[in-house]
């Protein structure tokens, strides 16, 4: 937009920086938060958008850091997490890219956070208004594994013809005896849209309902957008008799003592030793500073958690 | 005086082939014939004169060239030959009975539901079906032993008697009879003659075909012969 | 045949045609597909289209079962929520709901008519969850109970279609295809690939089912055994034409059109 950069580590709003800020070009931006206001308009819709190729590669998050992209100021916090945990790899790379071309703050504090980028996971903080929550989704879809026709699929979100999507819970039931799929389960936005949640546990469907913060979802290969408004109706789909239920663990985490958290399970050697954490690293983090201590407290996991973020 | 259970008014027949060089075989021409309740029409004439082609005429099973086939059903004269296919298939199953040498085997329905079946078609309860049913059964002699079992496998006579136990066990007010005793020993020859009296006296109207004498004039109350009315070839 | 009825479809009124074909023609370009169609249909009917590859049947049973827009001519169905409306006037939300609601299709190839990647009993109850109903536990009996009367293996009920043989495919698709109680079913030579053996036990059965539960069938053919077994009503057709119509017993022993004669006398006799 402007003369050739010349310096690639200016200041991100300086006239020579390399790249525009936030990475993405104005118009594309422009493009993009259309789309997302189109998406919060018809909660649930997907929104198709001409996805920008993006220096990572599809699957790595490029729908969410384009919403990022096209959402970000300087005066915005930054927060990224992956499986819940703020220091793995593509987390903190993620965060370190908007720290170059955004020249945000970034944070590991899910209360001081304005943007909260993830995949896999929504923080046990209830979110707040004025927060917005991104997800990078692989599938937008969620009837495309029982429907593979893209024409059929629309018409039926266009006729809300959502019978199908019971078939895979129906599945489920007979297979396993219960609900049995964990993550990306189907939420109806609204009593109107059929919505696959980014592939977060179905422990975190009822974190959605009713939130104070906008929730935005973006699938870079697949083009499309789409949003739940704040304070939406998030209803998770389910049998008469056999209603919708989270997971639930028989241990509290290990190390913050947390018994309402989503766990993860850490095999510790081949002796069959293993621990459940928190998934959501910066809450582990929070109780524990509070004071908070699990059966393997001082477990020499809980000190990988301590390195500050950028 | 009571009115015909079947009155066939000018009815010709003309077979037209029209892979063999449209040749025609003109089969019987202007032909009539009322049948009132509690007669037996015997259709005379030798072999390829027309009987059964007439008779599957009457049936709605060959189509008329020409002239009308009425059959009191619901107490109205209705031409078959005009009637809807529906119309066709509702005086079958409540009016017209078909009774012919050959049992159409349907697999693995069992002898005894193969004869209660027209009658829960037409209403009757499962009780009295049944009961007819075995009266039926028992009175043609069919072994018990085979009332479970799928007549496929049955004899040519156990299967004609299996057939004539599903017509006459209905009481059709109208039967055709196209040799309903042709492949049955005397014993059960005379059951079947004794069946069709009983209907006789009951009041069905009937045309058939029988080549065995003997059980023609036990049945006729009169003859018909179809060559009165050949069509000129 | 059990001797009573398990479901009997709603009777509609006598009057009333089930459904009412009226001038239907379509037109691939200027290659007709078929011309000038009428018929009506009653509830409980069972039609049969006969005649050669490319003679126009599937075409029509496309036009009339909503797939295919024809050219021109309307196709009236007497539908549970509508009464006696055309099909293709019907919005296209209502449309398929009336599809959902009171059709069925079965198609010749299992693999266009079942969802491959989920469950026979799935398959079987997939109807039911997109009319509505969300209870597992009835859903799950009254697929139990389809399974049972199409005499499928109950304990493989959660297999794949994919590990069934083509006769046990085409068992659960109709099952899928009858468990809504629809008042017209489509059956595109529903016997087609299967082997002569499996083709009749599957064909004795559908006319049970048919006969049991009193349903109006359109069932596309080139078999005149499985038109005379089946059908109450056949319409022969020959390049896009309906040349002979007529009761299924009188078209096949006494066949006016002098194309019906060829198909019938070109049966082998065994």
């Known amino acids: 937009m402007t003369a050739p950069p010349t310096t690639p580590n200016a200041p991100a709003n300086s006239e020579e920086r390399y790249y525009n800020y936030a990475y993405l070009d104005e118009q594309t931006k422009r493009m993009i938060r259309r789309a997302i206001l189109k998406a919060l308009a018809v909660p649930g819709y997907q929104v198709p958008f001409g996805s920008r190729e993006m220096p990572v590669p599809y699957g790595w998050g490029t729908g969410g850091i384009q919403l990022t992209a096209a959402i970000i100021g300087p005066d915005d916090v930054y927060k990224c997490i992956d499986q819940g945990a703020d220091d793995t790899t593509n987390a903190v790379s993620i965060r370190r890219f908007f720290a170059t071309v955004a020249d945000v703050a970034t944070t590991e504090d899910t209360g001081a956070a304005t943007i909260i980028q993830s995949r896999h996971r929504i923080p046990e903080r209830p979110l707040e208004d004025g927060q917005v929550m991104v997800f990078q989704v692989p599938q937008p879809e969620p009837l495309r594994g029982l429907e593979p026709r893209e024409t059929e699929t629309r018409a039926m979100h266009a006729y809300a013809e959502y019978g199908l999507q019971y078939v895979s819970l129906y599945e489920n039931i007979s297979a396993f005896g219960r609900i049995a799929g964990g993550a990306g389960y189907p939420v109806l936005i609204d009593e109107r849209y059929l919505m696959s949640p980014s592939p977060i546990p179905k422990f975190d469907n009822p974190k959605m309902d009713m939130c104070p913060a906008i929730l935005l979802f973006g699938a870079g290969r697949e083009k499309r957008i789409y949003a739940v408004p704040p304070y939406t109706r998030v209803r998770s789909l389910d049998f008469e008799d056999y209603p919708f239920e989270v997971q639930s663990w028989e241990q509290c985490c290990a190390l913050c003592a947390a018994t309402d958290s989503y766990l993860d399970e850490v095999v510790l050697d081949d002796q069959n030793n293993r621990m459940f954490v928190c998934s959501d690293s910066n809450h582990c983090a929070t109780r524990r500073a509070q004071g908070h201590a699990g059966p393997m407290a001082g477990h020499s996991l809980a000190h990988l958690d301590e390195e500050p973020a950028q | 005086m009571t009115s015909p259970a079947i009155r066939v008014d000018n009815l010709s027949k003309l077979f037209t082939l029209h892979n063999q060089g449209a040749t025609a075989i003109p089969v019987f021409e202007h032909l009539a014939l009322e049948v009132m309740p509690g007669e037996c029409v015997v259709l005379a004439g030798e072999s390829g004169v027309g009987k059964s082609t007439l008779m599957r005429t009457i049936y709605g099973n060959y189509l008329p060239s020409g002239g009308g086939v009425h059959v009191r059903h619901n107490g109205a004269m209705v031409d078959i030959t005009q009637a809807a296919a529906h119309e066709v298939l509702d005086i079958r199953r409540r009016t017209l009975g078909y009774v012919s040498q050959f049992l159409r085997v349907i697999p693995r329905i069992s002898t005894l539901d193969l004869v209660i079946e027209p009658l829960l078609e037409n209403g009757v309860s499962a009780e009295e079906a049944l009961d007819r049913a075995v009266t039926i059964l028992n009175a043609l002699r069919l072994p018990q032993a085979h009332w ?86 | 045949m059990s001797l009573t009825a398990l479901s009997t479809a709603e009777s509609v009124p006598a009057d009333v045609p089930l459904l009412r074909v009226a001038g239907l023609t379509k037109m691939y370009g200027h290659l007709p597909g078929c011309l000038d169609v009428s018929f009506e249909m009653r509830a409980g009917e069972v039609l049969g289209i006969v005649g050669e590859s490319g003679s126009g049947k599937t075409t029509l049973l496309n036009c009339i079962s909503g797939k295919l827009p024809p050219t021109c001519g309307s196709i009236a169905f007497n539908a549970r929520r509508h009464g006696l409306t055309d099909i293709y006037a019907l919005s296209e939300p209502d449309r398929r709901r009336m599809q959902r609601e009171d059709w069925g299709f079965v198609h010749q190839n299992p693999r266009d008519g079942l969802r491959m990647r989920v469950s026979g009993g799935a398959n079987v109850a997939e109807p039911l969850m997109n009319l509505g109903q969300r209870h597992y536990g009835a859903m799950r009996s009254a697929t139990t109970d389809w399974l049972g009367r199409v005499e499928l293996d109950l304990a493989r009920v959660d297999d794949k279609p994919r590990n069934f043989s083509g006769g046990m495919q085409q068992r659960i698709q109709i099952a899928r295809n009858l468990i809504h109680n629809p008042r017209l079913v489509f059956m595109d030579e529903p016997t087609g690939g299967l082997d002569v053996s499996v083709q009749a036990r599957l064909l004795d059965l559908l006319r049970e089912l048919v006969r049991d539960m009193g349903l109006a069938a359109i069932i596309v053919t080139h078999d005149m055994a499985v038109a005379r077994l089946m059908a109450d009503r056949l319409m022969v057709m020959k390049g896009g034409h309906v040349v002979e119509t007529g009761l299924a017993d009188q078209v096949l022993d006494d066949p006016q059109h002098p194309y019906t004669q060829l198909l019938v006398s070109s049966v082998l006799q065994i």
């Not at chain 2, 059960?188 to 069709?196: E, F």
């Not at chain 2, 009951?202 to 036990?218: E, S």
């Open chain 2, 148 to 233: 479970d079992l799928p007549p496929a496998t049955f004899s040519g006579g156990e299967q004609q008697r299996v057939n004539i136990a599903r017509s006459f066990v209905r009481e059709y007010p109208v039967l055709l009879l196209d040799e309903p005793t042709a492949s049955l020993d005397a014993a059960n020859r005379a059951i079947v003659v004794d069946l069709i009296k009983a209907a006789l006296a009951k009041g069905a109207a009937m045309v058939g075909i029988f080549h065995d004498l003997d059980v023609r004039d036990a049945v006729a109350t009169r003859l018909f012969n179809v060559s009165d009315f050949k069509a000129a070839a």
